[in-house]
Every structure is written in C-alpha cells, then in structure tokens.
C-alpha cells in the first residue's frame, strides 16, 4: 500500500492588489495507512520560503558538525536538496513555468511529510542533542505549518451518511465495486478518490450539500 500520495493543480486569479494573475496550487495529500487525506492551497512563493528557511537549518547543521551533535539534522534534511526545486522566474508565469512548478512542488511536499514523519520518529535525548532536539522540534512546526496537516479530520457531529452500497454522487458507479479509494468528507458524504479529486480542481466543496471540504478519511 503506497504510503503516501499526491495530487497537484493549478488555478489563477486575478489580484487586486498588483493587477495581474496570481497561481495558486492546490495540493492533497492522501494517507492510506493513516486513512487520512487533506488539502491546501499555496502559492509558489510560500514554498520557496520553507525551503529556503530549511536550507538555512542545514547549511548552519553543517556548520556547527565538527562542535555539536547534529548528524540527525544532516541526514533528515539532505534528501530534500538533493532533488531539483522549481527555479524562481522574474516574469509572469506561463504555462510552462506552471507546469514546472506543478511537478516540483508535488515532490517537495511528499518530502516535506516524510521529513515530518523523521521528526516524530524517537531518540535518545542527552545534554549533548539538546540544540539537535530544539532544531528538530523547529523543523516540525514550520513543517506542519506548511503542510497545514489537520488537528482532526472529521467533527464528532458529523456521522458518516452514505455506505458503500450507494452511487458516488459524480459518476454515479457503485462505490463498493471500484478499486479505487474511498473519500470521506467532513459533512459525511462518501465519493470515489479520483472523482472527488477532479472536483477539488476547481472548488473544495462537497458536490451535494456545498459544505467547505479541506481534510477527511480514506475509507
């Protein structure tokens, strides 16, 4: 079972603030083991700046190597640059530079959930890790904010309303018969991974009851 996977697209709007299209990228996250998936809208820039605040930590990782117990840092942090990232482009952005991006930050954030998984992973903390312990501690919370991994993924007041005996609501195929993932959103309606995927293309929203879907489970 594939422990992670992700979904990327793109969508530009009109900013009022500069007068010209601005690209947003919609990325969800799908957690089969964990039965949980997400989304989140971000632009390129917002990635940029965890990357480059990321670099930062190893570069200073580096550093400090020969005077402070830091190999855990290095190892955790080496993977994400040894694969290329998007270049960042001084001109509006073309469908090229779209799709560039679109593919690179899809990877850089399958990175950046396997780095947050490194950083729940448990050690022995002694006097000598304690500034490792306190790097490590920083690299989840500005991971976790980047990734804006949900507290919970369904409210308690929401009971799931449909069965795997119902049509998916889109295509309208039995759920129970399709080989793919199922998506629970949080009002409790059920839809298959790929169709709901497509909806979430252009709007997070639940296509039945229209209530505002960013995370749920995979059943």
Known sequence: MTLVSIRSSAKQNLSKACGHLVTYYS?????????????????????????????????????????RSVERIIAMLAPIFETKFPPKRYCLDTKAIIQERLVGLKEFVAQLVQLRRACLEPFEITLQSFFETEQISEIFRLVGHALAVPARTKSPCAPSICN??????????????SKDYTFELPCGHHFHQNCILEWFDTQHTCPMCRMEASSGRVV
């Open 164 to 177: 795997d005996s119902e049509p998916c609501a889109i295509c309208l195929e039995d759920q129970s018969s």
């Open 27 to 67: 990325l969800t996250v799908i957690c089969p083991t964990s039965r949980i998936w997400w989304s989140m809208k971000r632009r390129y820039s917002d990635m940029y700046f965890v990357r480059q605040r990321l670099y930062q930590m190893y570069k200073n990782a580096l550093r400090l190597r020969q005077t």
